[in-house]
């Protein structure tokens, strides 16, 4: 089948499932505000503006954009679901699908987006609208895991070394986690070296597992090399890659962005 072919297939499948998924409502809706605080406070450190029009991206149940509206009242969201945004009604919150905004070109201050584009089908084509509609000297704000950080098949190895396992579609077994760590750290590597990005995608688990969180939904293999690459290529400066919380998170952060197990990637579109 030809990757475009696949590329609607998934696009199809997804949108039927975050359409009807009163389970997956159900996960967003046990997401309350400390879950966001990290996002809200990275959008918050680099937007200085409070009159700023930001629009927060594959916002799901729409709380973490009732939490930027708390600072930046021109703030709007928008998701595919309109099952999601029913959790957290507002006029200012729309249904939109990220690969076809509704937005008019260089309209938005800031466009921002917290554990989304995993979940896309096309990440080159959702960044390309997120710069579309980014003013000039404006700003994407971009905060998911990274799932080619080699942090991933460790944290599992910790898990089940302490006999408390969570569901992952990364590491199903014990013995996943061994290549699952040298592929991680070759693909980050690789892709360093590579002059351009290259995306990658994987078909999503849409079972009962999806329910369970975890990713098991995820399309795009999101890493911080990727974007960053795609987006320098479309001119704009890249300001920040990574935050870390614990010590060692801290310390990828700063050393070594790309490897670290989450990214928090802060572009400026050129004047």
């Not at 801290?250 to 670290?260: E, G, N, T």
Request: net charge positive; with cysteine; charged share 20%.
């Amino acid at each position: 089948m030809p990757e475009r072919d696949i590329h609607q297939n998934i696009s199809a499948e997804l949108y039927s499932y975050y359409s009807d998924s009163k389970n997956y409502q159900a996960l967003l809706q046990g997401k309350g505000p400390d879950y966001f605080a990290d996002y809200v406070q990275l959008v918050g450190s680099y937007i200085k503006d409070k009159r700023s029009r930001v629009l927060d991206v594959g916002c799901g149940s729409a709380l973490s954009t009732q939490l930027l509206r708390s600072a930046f009242p021109n703030t709007c969201g928008t998701d595919v679901s309109l099952l999601f945004l029913q959790l957290n009604k507002s006029d200012l919150n729309f249904v939109g699908d990220a690969h076809r905004l509704p937005v008019q070109d260089k309209t938005m201050d800031a466009v921002c987006s917290f554990e989304f584009i995993e979940h896309v089908n096309n990440a080159e084509q959702v960044l390309s609208e997120m710069i579309r509609i980014t003013k000039s000297g404006g700003l994407v704000i971009i905060m998911s895991p990274n799932l080619f950080s080699p942090l991933i098949p460790l944290r599992s190895l910790m898990q089940y070394c302490r006999g408390k396992k969570e569901p992952s579609p990364w590491t199903p077994t014990f013995w996943s986690i061994f290549p699952l760590l040298v592929k991680n750290c070759y693909m980050i590597i690789k892709k360093k070296l590579q002059k351009q990005a290259h995306f990658e995608y994987r078909r999503p688990d849409l079972s009962d597992n999806a329910d369970l969180g975890g990713d098991f939904d995820s399309v795009y293999l999101s890493n911080p090399v990727d974007i960053s690459k795609f987006l320098k290529s479309k001119n704009l400066r890249i300001l920040n890659i990574s935050v870390g919380r614990s010590r060692v998170g801290r310390f990828l952060s700063r050393f070594m962005p790309s490897f670290a197990s989450g990214m928090a990637i802060v572009a400026q579109k050129e004047a």
